[in-house]
T-cell receptor
Framework: QQQVKQSPQSLIVQKGGISIINCAYENTAFDYFPWYQQFPGKGPALLIAIRPDVSEKKEGRFTISFNKSAKQFSLHIMDSQPGDSATYFCAASKTGGFKTIFGAGTRLFVKA | ETGVTQTPRHLVMGMTNKKSLKCEQHLGHNAMYWYKQSAKKPLELMFVYSLEERVENNSVPSRFSPECPNSSHLFLHLHTLQPEDSALYLC??????????????FGPGTRLTVL
């Protein structure tokens, strides 16, 4: 019940295309869903986050779509660029708690 | 240097060695975390400290021993490790306030190889 399942494991997208990464969770107590971006040699960094009271959040080219009834959420990267090539992690947590559950990560490669 | 720093960045040790990983945060946060990152696996939370008290200990083997002398520093003491402990060890910090949405800020990690 504590897992967050992430797919795909890896993704290759042409420059200018849309990258889509999906996650599913089980614990309905989770109320905070961040996405982290990790470049080689660096630690993960927060990219964008959403709470289940909204179905979509957009920041620049990055959009989170959230489906509370299906317990699924996804990251869409519009107009993907080579600089977006990184590993992306979805995560879930409860507000005020210290335990964040991470997905296994998606390695994105954007071809120039 | 700002943010979360970790030293050393790379460490190679034998199974009988004793070494320590160091983490320092310059963000004024109250909570600090150790994670293990292995290839193609989710980040594994190892320990959490809030205001220098350990609040999470995720069934980590005793060959890993954390220490949090103050809210800015976190150590991970290593002894008699196994080759399967080779991984990237990430430190993170967060505000750690009850009721807050707690974004974690990660350091660059220490790449540990156990021979």
């Amino acid at each position: 019940q504590q897992q967050v399942k992430q797919s795909p494991q890896s993704l290759i997208v042409q420059k200018g295309g849309i990258s889509i990464i999906n996650c599913a969770y089980e614990n309905t107590a989770f109320d905070y869903f961040p996405w982290y971006q990790q470049f080689p040699g660096k630690g993960p960094a927060l990219l964008i986050a959403i709470r289940p009271d909204v179905s979509e959040k957009k920041e620049g080219r990055f959009t989170i779509s959230f489906n509370k009834s299906a317990k699924q959420f996804s990251l869409h990267i519009m107009d993907s660029q080579p600089g977006d090539s990184a590993t992306y992690f979805c995560a879930a947590s409860k507000t005020g708690g210290f335990k964040t559950i991470f997905g296994a990560g998606t390695r994105l490669f954007v071809k120039a | 240097e700002t943010g979360v720093t970790q030293t050393p960045r790379h460490l190679v040790m034998g199974m009988t060695n004793k070494k320590s990983l160091k983490c320092e945060q310059h963000l004024g946060h109250n909570a600090m975390y150790w994670y293990k990152q292995s290839a193609k696996k989710p980040l594994e939370l190892m320990f959490v400290y809030s205001l220098e008290e350990r609040v999470e200990n995720n069934s980590v083997p005793s060959r890993f021993s954390p220490e949090c002398p103050n809210s800015s520093h976190l150590f991970l003491h290593l002894h008699t490790l196994q080759p399967e402990d080779s991984a990237l060890y990430l430190c993170a910090s967060s505000m750690g306030l009850a009721g807050s949405t707690d974004t974690q800020y990660f350091g660059p990690g220490t790449r540990l190889t156990v021979l």
